[in-house]
């Protein structure tokens, strides 16, 4: 099964509220990356958040980790239409072969 | 804006025939990728490579075969496609940080095949 999962699968607001999403994984990580998908097109990194790190912001992104938990969140606040993707997580394993691996992603849907 | 790149956009091809989908980067990334993603759901990583003449299966089975002799060029190659290989297909890049870690990943615009 895949490394990372997230929750919810999809999540409507309307512009200016925050959205959260939640990323949980299941082995030992070095770093965790978000990254946006528009409608069919490629992902375009976010993101990256190393695993002695509890907290990271860009813009109005804001991405915590908690390795005790195997669990990471990404919140954008005051949302915009624009903002309107699909979002996912990966996880760099700390494994003896280091690959990048994508969580099952969430729907955002930001409404004007 | 991110060096890599996909060809074809879109394919569409009959059952049985040969296909190899393009992916070029130029950054002089060492470690490229292959991803499989049908609409709306989740990228499974079907192949990887560290470098040349490095190829690795991902976590999803696949008929699908890879090659690396040129750092920039990792095509993927069906055989013999079946429309169950219908799907998206993305191509990506990385490289390692100074402590041996993946850095962020730039993705081609993939390219999506029906198979009829």
């Known amino acids: 099964s895949q490394q990372g999962e997230e929750d919810p699968q999809a999540l409507s607001i309307q512009e200016g509220e925050n959205a959260t999403m939640n990323c949980s994984y299941k082995?030992?990580?070095?770093?965790l990356q978000w990254y946006r998908q528009n409608s069919g097109r490629g992902l375009v990194h976010l993101i990256l958040?190393?695993?002695?790190?509890r907290e990271k912001h860009s813009g109005r992104l804001r991405v915590t980790l908690d390795t005790s938990k195997k669990s990471s969140s990404l919140l954008i606040t005051a949302s915009r239409a624009a903002d309107t993707a699909s979002y996912f997580c990966?996880?760099?394993?700390?494994?003896?072969?280091?690959?990048?691996?994508f969580g099952t992603g969430t729907r955002l849907l930001v409404s004007p | 804006e991110a060096d890599i790149y996909q060809t074809p956009r879109y394919l569409v091809i009959g059952t049985g025939k040969k296909i190899t989908l393009e992916c070029s980067q130029t950054?002089?990334?060492?470690?490229m990728y292959w991803y499989q993603q049908d609409p709306g759901m989740e990228l499974h990583l079907i192949h990887y490579?560290?470098?040349?003449?490095?190829?690795e299966k991902g976590d999803l089975s696949s008929e699908s075969t890879v090659s690396r002799i040129r750092t920039e060029h990792f095509p993927l190659t069906l055989e013999s496609a079946r429309p169950s290989h219908t799907s998206q297909y993305l191509c990506?890049?990385?490289?390692?940080?100074?402590?041996?870690?993946?850095?962020?990943?730039?993705f081609g615009q993939g390219t999506r095949l029906t198979v009829v």
């Open positions: 958040i190393r695993s002695n790190e």
């Open positions: 082995t030992s990580i070095n770093n």
């Open positions: 490579s560290y470098g040349v003449n490095s190829t």
């Open positions: 990506a890049s990385s490289e390692l940080s100074g402590l041996g870690e993946n850095t962020e990943a730039f």
């Open positions: 990966a996880t760099d394993m700390n494994t003896g072969f280091q690959k990048l691996v």
């Open positions: 950054m002089g990334h060492d470690k």
